[in-house]
């Protein structure tokens, strides 16, 4: 089992920054994948960026060049927002999957995005 807390959503004008913090606990030793996806009413929760093991990343090609993924340490997750657009505005989630790509989800944190 892993237990995912997220941290650092909030309110934003467009342009400005955010960054988001997943602290993970648990059984942290069997993660292979750790990401962020969002969610805004009505539609499917959708991928945002992802870091392996390895520590190669991918984006949806809406962030890339504004967002960046990375790991502080074994169990801490960020998510780096700059540039933020109105479209932007999202519930934000953590994810990890474990080795048998089982999926952990955080509660979710909202980030909103004034024009």
């Known amino acids: 089992q892993v237990q995912l807390v997220e941290s650092g959503g909030g309110l934003v004008q467009a342009g400005g920054s955010l960054r988001l913090s997943c602290t993970a606990s648990?059984?942290?030793?069997?993660?292979?994948?750790r990401g962020w996806y969002r969610q805004t009413p009505g539609k499917r929760r959708e991928l945002v960026a992802v870091i392996n093991g390895d520590g190669s990343t991918r984006y949806d090609d809406s962030v890339k060049g504004r967002f960046s993924i990375s790991r502080d340490n074994s169990k801490i997750t960020v998510l780096q927002m700059d540039s933020l657009k109105p479209e932007d505005t999202a519930v934000y989630y953590c994810?990890?999957?474990?080795?048998?790509?089982?999926?952990?989800w955080g509660q979710g944190t909202q980030v909103t995005v004034s024009s």
């Open positions: 648990g059984s942290i030793s069997t993660i292979v994948e």
């Open positions: 994810n990890v999957k474990n080795r048998h790509y089982f999926n952990y």
